[in-house]
């Protein structure tokens, strides 16, 4: 079993930029494909981006592409989401997801991970 937990939310202006961390003590979180999702006040939970394992392939949403970047450091056994030029359409809480086997075709949907942390909250606004 894996927890993922989240760091990195705060407040911004728009046009900052801001990194988000998520970790988790399972060395097996290292060789887990592992996901960014969030969730604002109007929307339901969206995919943002993913880092597969093996390989570290990612893949983003067409909304944050060109923006964001999601990253591993395998020392520190944690992923990243780098958000650079970010708007207030970004503000939602960030989940970070993680499962040991995913398949590519259902990386985009929730119910292809099984591990979830709590969330953390970004918010963009002048």
């Known amino acids: 079993q894996v927890k993922p937990v989240e760091s990195g939310g705060r407040s911004v202006q728009p046009g900052e930029s801001l990194r988000l961390s998520c970790t988790a003590s399972?060395?097996?979180?290292?060789?887990?494909?592992v996901a960014w999702f969030r969730q604002s006040a109007e929307k339901a939970r969206e995919f943002v981006a993913t880092?597969?394992?093996?390989?570290?392939?990612?893949y983003y949403a067409d909304s944050v592409k060109g923006r964001f970047t999601i990253s591993r450091d395998k020392a520190k056994n944690t992923v990243y989401l780098q958000m650079n030029r970010l708007t207030p359409e970004a503000t939602a809480v960030y989940y970070c997801?993680?499962?040991?086997?995913?398949?590519?075709?259902?990386?985009?949907?929730?119910?292809?991970?099984?591990?979830w942390g709590q969330g953390t909250q970004v918010t963009v606004s002048s």
């Open positions: 997801a993680a499962s040991r086997t995913v398949i590519t075709s259902t990386l985009r949907r929730e119910s292809a991970y099984s591990y």
């Open positions: 399972e060395t097996s979180f290292s060789t887990s494909t």
């Open positions: 880092i597969k394992w093996p390989g570290d392939h990612t």
